[in-house]
Nanobody, 121 residues
């Protein structure tokens, strides 16, 4: 059983920053993350892809977050964390953010339960 666990969400004022983290466990053991995606779902809207990183390091971002969000992996040899650095946050970034290990790399889509981000003054 693979578990995907997100953390780091919270409340922030417009213009502020947050860093989300994602880690994966299988039978209590941390897994190496080769590829990952961050999605978000705002109230009343469909879930959308925010950022993705493939196993060869290719990154892609939604137009709405380009230049503000950065997806990255753990820089040390453990490679079992992936992050979403979010800067210059806007009200419209308010959503639940989900980490996904995609089927292209893992044979199955593994979703986390999400972490909420609220941007408001």
């Amino acid at each position: 059983q693979v578990q995907v666990v997100e953390s780091g969400g919270g409340w922030v004022q417009p213009g502020g920053s947050l860093t989300l983290s994602c880690t994966t466990l299988k039978s209590g053991t941390l897994l190496t993350i080769y590829a990952a995606q961050w999605h978000r779902q705002a109230p009343g809207k469909q879930r959308e892809l925010v950022a993705s990183r493939t196993s060869n390091g290719y990154e892609r971002y939604a137009d709405s977050v380009k230049g503000r969000f950065t997806i990255s992996k753990d820089p040390d040899s453990s490679q079992n964390m992936v992050y979403l650095q979010m800067n210059d946050l806007k009200d419209e970034d308010t959503a639940i953010y989900y980490c996904l290990l995609p089927r292209e790399a893992y044979g199955y889509d593994y979703w986390g339960k999400g972490t909420p981000v609220t941007v408001s003054s």
